[in-house]
């Protein structure tokens, strides 16, 4: 699709115009394809996942296990820091990948009260195929763009992520 053809957020955009001409909904226009993009990929992500047996969540607590490196095992509070979720979720999900035979809990070496997440070897034969995949799978998502677009979209990108990660307060206003 080139940029002169519209698209669904065009519409959305020229109705409010039409309505509300003293209103300046350009960052709507932003926002939404933002939005509208995010379901999208995380439709297509979802049926990557899927064709292993996980789902967005399972795969990203398998993926943060398998990224930190040998012996692929971590905190319930280290996978907390990276994933940012509520502790009760995480224990739901550790219970569920658990009784798939994918993570196993283990003592602690250094701190006999706590607990270790690790993957199993089944755990990591199922990371690594579902990585592979999803991999495969992003490089589909951007075909539509060159790769110079690409590298112009992924700096934008994080400057507008880093101003909300950074305490900038962009998330606090109303």
Known sequence: MSQTEPDAVDHILAQWAR???DLDVTPMGLI???GRLR?????AHETAFQRHGLNGASFDLLATLRRSGPPFRLSPSDLLDTMMITSGTMTNRIDQLEKQGLVERLPHPDDRRALLVALTDKGRDVIDA???DHVENQH???EPLTLEERTVLDGLLKKYLTAFETLKGLQKRP
Do not use: D, S, W
């Not at 379901?39 to 439709?43: C, D, E, G, K, S």
């Open 32 to 34: 939404g394809r933002l």
């Open 19 to 21: 309505e509300r001409p």
């Open 130 to 132: 579902a990585v592979t």
């Open 39 to 43: 379901a999208h990929l995380t439709r």
């Open 140 to 142: 589909h998502l951007v």
